[in-house]
């Protein structure tokens, strides 16, 4: 079965600190797709980043960054120089293909808080 | 604009009640799921639907129903059954389960 486990609950770190948000999946199929969403305190989860189980390249999107190692199964997410306006819950979640369309599993969510 | 609305933000339910959520979508997807978050739970699974007129149990329905009579809405009904029904309840949708989805603004739900 798959399983997405964010270990880290809570972190708080001061504004324009780095700081690395833990992802651990498992999974029996060979092509799945990992997802990262940002709840900020209104609710709504909103989109970050999409990665197929084919494409290891870590990514870069201005202050966020993405490290995806297969070898772990792990999908960490960093930010540089974090802001206030970072601080809000992220979840890591997990998409298996070969099994069929499967619907989104979330982790429990890491709530960061950015201290200024 | 494009997007899920759901309604109410805010919902307060008596024990024994039965409440319906809703979910609207405008951006022609196929797939609609609904999610329930609990503090400290992350987003769990209640049910979904990959295409009109068919819905397929998540990992916790037991005390909700669903109903896909048209692609744009996929209510969901908190029965008098579910006995810890205080959550928050998000919506989402997508064009298929390994594609991005979008989710609306949630129903924070309490029972009274």
């Known amino acids: 079965a798959q399983k997405v486990t964010q270990a880290q609950t809570e972190i708080s770190v001061v504004e324009k600190e780095d700081v690395t948000l833990d992802c651990v999946y498992e999974t029996r199929d060979t092509t799945y797709y990992l997802f990262w969403y940002k709840q900020p305190p209104s609710g709504e989860l909103v989109f970050l980043i999409r990665?197929?189980?084919?494409?290891?390249q870590n990514e870069i999107s201005g202050r966020y960054s993405w490290n995806f190692q297969k070898s772990t199964s792990s999908f960490n997410f960093t930010i540089t120089a974090s802001q206030v306006v970072d601080s809000a819950v992220y979840f890591c979640?997990?998409?298996?293909?070969?099994?069929?369309?499967?619907?989104?599993?979330f982790g429990k969510g890491t709530r960061l808080s950015v201290i200024a | 604009d494009g997007g899920i609305t759901q309604s109410p933000k805010y919902l307060f339910r008596k024990e024994g009640q039965n409440v319906t959520l809703s979910c609207e979508q405008n951006l022609n997807h196929d797939a609609m799921y609904w999610y329930r978050q609990d503090p400290g739970q992350g987003l769990r699974l209640i049910y979904y639907?990959?295409?009109?007129?068919?819905?397929q149990k998540g990992d916790i329905a037991e005390g909700y129903s669903v109903s896909r009579e048209k692609k744009e809405s996929f209510p969901l009904t908190v029965t008098s059954a579910q006995k810890n029904p205080t959550a928050f309840y998000l919506c989402a949708s997508n064009s298929g389960g390994n594609t991005e989805a979008f989710f609306g603004q949630g129903t924070r739900l309490t029972v009274v």
């Open positions: 990665r197929n189980s084919f494409d290891e």
């Open positions: 639907s990959q295409i009109v007129n068919d819905f």
């Open positions: 979640a997990l998409s298996e293909l070969d099994s069929g369309n499967t619907p989104l599993v």
